[in-house]
């Protein structure tokens, strides 16, 4: 019986042995893991830092353009409104003038 309890000791002790050594080497890897983990999850925000800093910028030269873009559709809205005001004023004495040359044709 003595044997038997001693033979059961030694063989816990020996799977104990076992199973912490399965352990360690599960930690080293999960340290492993981790610290590549942290590394790509480090470049993974610097490359977010740097695509929301490029949208910004982006962002910024295309506001740009599009005010260049308004004030030139601006400036061409002024010179149509200056054309329509200058035929609306002289659409009088072009009708006058029209009118003389039918008049003129007609008494030929």
């Given at each position: 019986m003595v044997y038997t309890l001693i033979t059961l000791v030694g063989a816990s002790f020996i799977f104990e042995g076992w199973l912490l050594s399965k352990i360690n080497k599960i930690e080293k890897e999960n340290k492993l893991h981790r610290k590549s983990l942290?590394?790509?999850?480090?470049?993974?925000?610097?490359?977010?830092?740097?695509?929301?800093?490029?949208?910004?910028?982006?962002?910024?030269?295309?506001?740009?353009?599009?005010?260049?873009?308004?004030?030139?559709?601006?400036?061409?809205?002024?010179?149509?409104?200056?054309?329509?005001?200058?035929?609306?004023?002289?659409?009088?004495?072009?009708?006058?003038?029209?009118?003389g040359h039918i008049e003129f044709s007609q008494r030929a």
């Open positions: 942290q590394i790509a999850l480090e470049a993974l925000g610097r490359d977010i830092n740097n695509f929301q800093a490029g949208i910004s910028r982006d962002l910024g030269q295309t506001n740009k353009k599009i005010d260049i873009n308004l004030k030139a559709l601006k400036r061409m809205d002024k010179k149509v409104d200056v054309n329509k005001k200058d035929i609306m004023n002289s659409l009088p004495t072009q009708i006058r003038k029209t009118i």
